[in-house]
């Protein structure tokens, strides 16, 4: 009787050497994959910091370049309104100038009939030899 009850204890022990081999083995794979998943979580978040980091860099060197670009904006705004105010100017000059030229066109046209009327006068009025 001792001999069977050494056997059932055996079996029992079997048993439960086995059930906590399983366990041990199923326990192992799943640190197993909750060491991957960290690792792969790790690896995401560390490129994902490194692209965060690109970005802010890129952002202030874009940043850079629109202030630059918007200071030559303003900069040829400015030019562009100076250059207005002297066309603008240049045209009242031109238009004053065309204005002077007309009146001394007439002036020259009523001094050419004059002398044209003084000259036709002049050769009637005076004796023929």
Same mark, same amino acid.
């Given at each position: ?87 603008? *100017?240049? *045209? ?38």
């Amino acid at each position: 009787m001792e001999e069977s009850i050494k056997n059932r204890i055996i079996t029992i022990l079997v048993i439960l050497t086995v059930i906590i081999l399983i366990f041990a083995v199923s326990s192992c794979n799943n640190a197993n994959r909750q060491r991957k998943a960290f690792e792969k979580e790790m690896a995401t978040r560390l490129d994902l910091d490194e692209k965060i980091t690109k970005f802010s860099q890129d952002k202030a060197s874009f940043e850079a370049k629109l202030n630059n670009l918007n200071q030559t904006l303003e900069e040829e705004k400015a030019a562009h309104q100076a250059t207005k105010k002297a066309l603008v *100017q240049e *045209q009242l000059v031109n238009q004053s100038l065309k204005e002077e030229l007309e009146k001394v066109t007439k002036l020259k046209e009523a001094l050419e009939e004059d002398l044209k009327e003084a000259l036709v006068t002049g050769k009637s009025g005076t004796p023929k030899k």
